[in-house]
T-cell receptor
Framework: AQSVTQLGSHVSVSEGALVLLRCNYSSSVPPYLFWYVQYPNQGLQLLLKYTSAATLVKGINGFEAEFKKSETSFHLTKPSAHMSDAAEYFCAVSANFGNEKLTFGTGTRLTIIP | NAGVTQTPKFQVLKTGQSMTLQCAQDMNHNSMYWYRQDPGMGLRLIYYSASEGTTDKGEVPNGYNVSRLNKREFSLRLESAAPSQTSVYFC?????????FGPGTRLLVL
């Protein structure tokens, strides 16, 4: 069985500061890991995904995440926060790539302080 | 190319009423999914369909039924709605690269 834990349900950062959203996973098989973003009253949009090709994954909007097997982590980062980054972010894990049944974390709401 | 569409966008039901949430995708994806989103709980899988004609239970299937009408459409039915089913429901479809989500249906059961 797979699961993910997102540390911090709310994170606030100043505009221009580093964004760090934490995700730890548990999986009995090599995992496939995803980060999704949800803007208010919208569906989820894929930010990036890890599928074992490279441990550092770059996504849209300047976000990236690094897969660290030793730490069972897949933290999301962005060097400089923009006001438009304010949203809720979900980490998700799947055991199968191509027929994803995603197991989601509980989400982290990111607030950007002007 | 509309992606994943869902109807209705918003619905209010009384306890015991039934309704069907509709979902359609135009990306020729084999796999489709229904999730519910509740505050502080993330998204939880209700049912999924790996291909036309097949459906399987997810994490929280009780109180729901689904129909994979054809490759494009995957509907979710509440036979007798309960207040615990108040939630936001998302449909998704997937290819090998990722899942694509619809805009959601907000359901309020009184």
């Amino acid at each position: 069985a797979q699961s993910v834990t997102q540390l911090g349900s709310h994170v606030s950062v100043s505009e221009g500061a580093l964004v760090l959203l934490r995700c730890n996973y548990s999986s009995s098989v090599p995992p496939y890991l995803f980060w999704y973003v949800q803007y208010p009253n919208q569906g989820l949009q894929l930010l990036l995904k890890y599928t074992s090709a490279a441990t550092l994954v770059k996504g849209i909007n300047g976000f990236e995440a690094e897969f660290k097997k030793s730490e069972t982590s897949f933290h999301l980062t962005k060097p400089s926060a923009h006001m438009s980054d304010a949203a809720e972010y979900f980490c998700a894990v799947s055991a199968n790539f191509g027929n994803e049944k995603l197991t989601f974390g509980t989400g982290t709401r990111l607030t950007i302080i002007p | 190319n509309a992606g994943v569409t869902q109807t209705p966008k918003f619905q209010v039901l009384k306890t015991g009423q039934s309704m069907t949430l509709q979902c359609a995708q135009d990306m020729n994806h084999n796999s489709m999914y229904w999730y519910r989103q509740d505050p502080g709980m993330g998204l939880r899988l209700i049912y999924y369909s790996a291909s036309e004609g097949t459906t399987d239970k997810g994490e929280v299937p009780n109180g729901y039924n689904v129909s994979r009408l054809n490759k494009r459409e995957f509907s979710l039915r509440l036979e007798s709605a309960a207040p615990s089913q108040t939630s936001v429901y998302f449909c998704a479809s997937s290819a090998r690269d990722s899942e694509y989500f619809g805009p959601g249906t907000r359901l309020l059961v009184l």
